[in-house]
């Protein structure tokens, strides 16, 4: 699933600019193949990053403005690539801060601003703390057996 159409980039990039990366053809026509492999591109690569901590592919009705600004940049590039226009260093350097923006995202650095990742463990993928005595526990992470206060072997 793609998140960005050919009206967002014309939104973002002006219609002539759309037109030098994906009319393939020079008959003044948009290659809409061409912009649908570099957008299904730009998703599987978001959905590789987002997926550590995200349920992917994303919500197409209420795709965060960042993801979409990210696969803008990211189709940008891969129809400049692939359509022979070139990276140029603007492009590029779009590209990487999309990759180091992704894996920011992918790390739990920063947040979608979704429902499950509000930092209380619901985001995909994560478990829900539980707090047995005065442990906090998940399935990641068992009570302690041992611990400072308890030298007999029996939780605390």
């Known amino acids: 699933m793609a998140y960005v159409t050919v009206q967002d980039l014309i939104d973002r ?4 600019e759309v037109h030098v990366l994906a009319d393939r053809d020079r008959d003044g026509e948009l290659d809409q193949a061409a912009i649908d492999d570099a957008a299904a591109d730009a998703a599987a690569e978001i959905d590789a990053y987002l997926g550590k901590r995200y349920t992917v592919p994303l919500d197409a009705t209420s795709v965060p403005r960042i993801v ?3 696969a803008i940049d990211l189709t940008v590039y891969r129809l400049a690539d ?3 226009v070139g990276g140029t260093d603007p492009r590029r350097q779009r590209y990487e801060d999309a990759i180091a923006l992704l894996k920011r995202l992918a790390s739990g650095e920063i947040s979608l601003g979704l429902g499950g990742d ?3 463990g619901d985001a995909a993928g994560e478990s829900t703390p539980e707090i047995i005595g005065d442990a906090i526990t998940d399935e ?3 009570p302690r057996i041992f611990g400072r206060r308890n030298r007999s072997g029996w939780p605390v």
Not at 13 to 16: F, P
């Open 82 to 84: 692939i359509g022979g």
């Open 118 to 120: 509000d930092g209380n």
């Open 13 to 16: 990039l002006g219609e002539d």
């Open 140 to 142: 990641n992470n068992p």
């Open 68 to 70: 979409k600004r990210i």
